[in-house]
């Protein structure tokens, strides 16, 4: 199949040296969305699935999913955080039915297997049978018979985890820049403000080309324009890790320049100064960093966003539900020592960001508008060359480098070759 | 406080003739009429149930204006991009939770129905208003309108008030 797919995506991917192009036929065919949860979700890649404060004592569990494998988060009664696949080792049955909550053990309803909180079977009913009759097998080990455990680990109180036992350690799966960014974040206690969820009717991978796309910020997101938080002439940055996995985008606002943005969009829609909010309090915030940094889309690979939007500070976790599908779970935090004007700040920048969001609103139209259009396309493709046709980093906003970053990755792991 | 049975009905009719006002105001898309239905230091905020129910104040939407009303109007209408849609609101009855005066607190029951550019007609959110109105004057107002949401997933995205 690999050997296939090389030879078959040569006219699509790569040929064309103008720019690099992507079919179509990724967001739609469901051999390809077979292989995503094989090779990405469950391959040699680390998953986002929850902030350590979301399970901050001994038996807080979370539900949440690895593309769509439903997965539990616990804290085990050793302090340690845990991710087990949310799937009774019996007959399949979901251990977890709930979203969160607290509980000594798992147990499944069906027939009340149990387990501790980091996997293991530790009860069976009727084991030994009733009145002699019936009961397990004599050489049943309970041992054999626990949740499937992945790998953990966590930077800066963000958990991964991992099917996989050979991908590389997280630290170096994420590298240096996605750490240090992490840890720019996540540089004190946190708190979680609540959670955001939205269902988008499109491809998860538009929306991995979305996030690392700083094109198209200024021209869609006509909020940040009006009122100046975000122009393509901020200064800001593109850059990615050595394996341009994943990709950070940043701005500082302090750069923001009228006479300039005039000069570059004249009289387009996505520029109109004139437009005054009556509460200005909306736009109302602190500087939190003193780098003078006030938006960062972290984009890490496969289905984790990490972003600070002026003061809101939020993880969106992409969870894949089919083709033409995916859920976007915002869960917005402050940190544990905000002030109550901080929390108030934060409470109100939140109508900027999320489903409802005044800013970020547009994107599930973006991926919407594409599935729709690319229905049915076979050798069809995209054509991305803003900035180049390489995935390079860039010191402007003017680019689509990290998008092409995005799929050199999506080649090697899944490939643009049809399946047999 | 003890309402006398006429005082009850009269004060639950205004309630409900806002809230019928409200819906329809959205729904036939006068939205510039809507922030005119809340007092000047009003609270309007969308919620979902996942964050009400664990006591977080993370919203959907969060006015704590008439004029961030009037802005989210005018996002919508100048800045914002969204599928062509337009909402339908099923309200239940409003039942008079407490009242002080002329200032009364209700709850109501809703569902929104969303018609998309297809023509096709899909539940978009479902839930309850805890409102509080004041009555004092002959046009009731919304000092404060919560809805809660059960439909913690939102279709796509939120950008018309609920």
Request: with cysteine.
């Given at each position: 199949m690999a050997e296939k797919a090389l030879k078959n995506r040569g006219s699509s991917a790569t040929a064309d040296v103008a720019g690099y192009r992507v079919p179509y036929r990724v967001f739609t065919d469901p051999d390809y969305y077979r292989r995503e949860q094989e090779n990405i979700f469950q391959g040699e890649t680390w998953s986002f699935v929850a902030l350590e404060a979301e399970v901050p004592e001994p038996g807080d569990f979370k539900s949440t999913f690895i593309g769509e494998t439903p997965v539990i988060v616990t804290r085990g009664s050793d302090g340690k955080v845990h991710v087990v696949v949310n799937r009774c080792a019996h007959r399949g049955a979901l251990v977890c039915r709930?979203?969160?909550?607290?509980?000594?053990?798992?147990?499944?309803?069906?027939?009340?297997?149990?387990?501790?909180?980091?996997?293991?079977?530790?009860?069976?009913?009727?084991?030994?049978?009733?009145?002699?009759?019936?009961?397990?097998?004599?050489?049943?080990?309970?041992?054999?018979?626990?949740?499937?455990k992945l790998r953990v680990d966590s930077v800066g109180g963000l958990v991964f985890a991992s099917f996989s036992e050979t991908v590389e350690p997280l630290r170096d799966f994420l590298g240096p820049i996605v750490i240090e960014h992490i840890e720019r974040i996540m540089c004190k206690p946190i708190k979680v403000l609540g959670d955001q969820r939205q269902h988008v009717h499109g491809n998860w991978k538009l929306y991995a080309e979305n996030t690392r796309d700083p094109y198209h910020a200024s021209l869609l997101h006509l909020f940040h324009n009006t009122f100046g938080l975000y122009r393509s002439t901020q200064t800001g940055k593109s850059v990615m890790d050595a394996n341009k996995r994943h990709s950070l985008l940043y701005s500082i606002a302090a750069s923001n320049d009228d006479a300039a943005d005039k000069q570059a969009y004249g009289d387009s829609r996505t520029f109109d100064t004139e437009f005054k909010l009556q509460d200005m309090s909306l736009l109302k915030g602190r500087q939190e960093f003193d780098d003078g940094v006030t938006?960062?889309?972290?984009?890490?690979?496969?289905?984790?966003?990490?972003?600070q939007i002026q003061n809101t500070l939020a993880v969106r976790q992409t969870v894949t539900k089919g083709t033409d599908g995916f859920e976007l779970v915002w869960t917005h935090f402050g940190y544990a020592d905000d002030d109550v004007e901080m929390q108030a700040i934060r409470q109100k920048q939140a109508n900027l960001i999320g489903p409802a969001g005044l800013v970020s609103m547009e994107d599930g139209e973006a991926v919407e508008i594409v599935q729709r259009a690319v229905i049915g396309e076979h050798d069809a493709a995209s054509y991305i060359a803003m900035g180049g046709d390489r995935p390079d980093d860039a010191d402007h906003l003017v680019t689509e480098g990290?998008?092409?970053g995005f799929w050199h990755n999506y080649e090697k792991l899944v490939g643009f070759g049809i399946a047999p | 406080m003890d309402l006398s049975t006429s005082e009850r009905f009269r004060l639950q009719q205004l309630a409900t003739e806002l809230n019928a006002t409200h819906?329809?105001?959205?729904?036939?898309?006068?939205?510039?009429?809507?922030?005119?239905?809340?007092?000047?230091?009003?609270?309007?905020?969308?919620?979902?149930?996942?964050?009400?129910?664990?006591?977080?104040?993370?919203?959907?939407?969060?006015?704590?204006?008439?004029?961030?009303?009037?802005?989210?109007?005018?996002?919508?209408?100048?800045?914002?991009?969204?599928?062509?849609?337009?909402?339908?609101?099923?309200?239940?009855?409003?039942?008079?939770?407490?009242?002080?005066?002329?200032?009364?607190?209700?709850?109501?029951?809703?569902?929104?129905?969303?018609t998309r550019a297809d023509g096709h007609t899909e539940i978009y959110n479902a839930g309850k208003y805890i409102d509080e109105i004041d009555c004092s004057e002959d046009q009731p107002l919304f000092i404060s309108k919560v809805a809660v949401f059960d439909t913690n997933v939102i279709d796509t995205m939120m950008v018309r008030p609920i």
């Open positions: 709930e979203m969160r909550g607290n509980r000594p053990s798992l147990e499944c309803v069906y027939h009340q297997w149990a387990y501790d909180l980091e996997g293991n079977l530790i009860g069976v009913p009727f084991r030994r049978g009733l009145k002699g009759q019936g009961g397990m097998p004599g050489d049943f080990d309970m041992k054999e018979h626990g949740l499937r938006l960062v889309i972290l984009a890490v690979f496969p289905n984790l966003v990490l972003q990290a998008i092409i | 819906a329809e105001l959205i729904d036939d898309d006068r939205l510039e009429k809507w922030p005119d239905l809340f007092v000047p230091d009003c609270t309007y905020r969308v919620i979902a149930r996942e964050n009400h129910d664990r006591n977080l104040t993370l919203s959907a939407i969060f006015c704590d204006s008439k004029g961030m009303l009037v802005d989210r109007i005018i996002s919508l209408r100048k800045a914002n991009i969204f599928p062509v849609h337009s909402y339908r609101h099923i309200l239940g009855p409003t039942r008079i939770v407490s009242a002080h005066e002329f200032k009364i607190t209700t709850q109501t029951n809703y569902a929104v129905l969303m």
